[in-house]
């Protein structure tokens, strides 16, 4: 699809426990709660003339369900942290490859750091990009990219 297309929306989707992000396993994941996240994407993504749905879901086929939305409503971009459905869904693959939005796979910690068990990611075979370690920094740096991809610069 033609990037003049699509709308000025970008779907931040937040999969399993990540509502718990601020409150548990602060070592982990920081001190940052998931509304802290939200203002820091709002903020990113007003810097760029983007509004934001964002959106926290426990249950895989919701996510899948706003991947089909997003799509549907010729999203911008879509960043997703799937949490644990990472190293699990096919579902979710399976949906980021059918709606063609551009997608960000975005994780607070270096996944390649952590268990053997969290180094694949099903997801990442979808996603246009996939940024993780820099805290919940990436969100922001995932919607500087998605931005840079719908209006690159001339080379
Ligand atoms: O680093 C990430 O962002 C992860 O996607 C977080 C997932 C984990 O399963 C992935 O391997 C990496 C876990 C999300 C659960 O978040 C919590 C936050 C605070 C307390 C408990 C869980």
């Known amino acids: 699809m033609a990037k003049s297309t699509r709308n000025k929306t970008v779907y931040v989707l ?14 982990i994941y920081g001190r940052a709660t998931l509304k802290d996240v939200e203002k820091l994407c709002r903020k990113a993504a007003a810097a760029h003339g983007f509004a934001v749905e964002f959106r926290q879901s426990n249950h895989e086929g919701e996510i899948v369900d706003w991947i ?6 010729k ?3 879509i960043v997703i942290n799937p949490a644990g459905l990472t190293h699990t869904s096919v579902s979710v693959h399976d949906a980021i ?3 063609g939005v551009p997608t960000v796979e975005c994780h607070i ?8 068990w969290r180094h694949h990611s ?3 075979l979808a996603a246009k990009a996939v940024i993780c370690g820099f805290g919940i920094d990436g969100y922001a740096l995932a919607i500087d990219g998605l ?6 610069r001339k080379r």
């Open 97 to 99: 490859k059918a709606v």
């Open 109 to 116: 910690t270096n996944i390649h750091a952590r268990e053997p």
């Open 68 to 73: 089909h939305e997003a799509g549907a409503n």
């Open 147 to 152: 931005a840079a991809t719908a209006a690159p």
């Open 14 to 27: 937040n999969g399993p426990n990540l509502n718990l992000l601020g409150t548990r396993e602060p070592q």
């Open 75 to 77: 999203a911008a971009g």
């Open 122 to 124: 099903y997801v990442s």
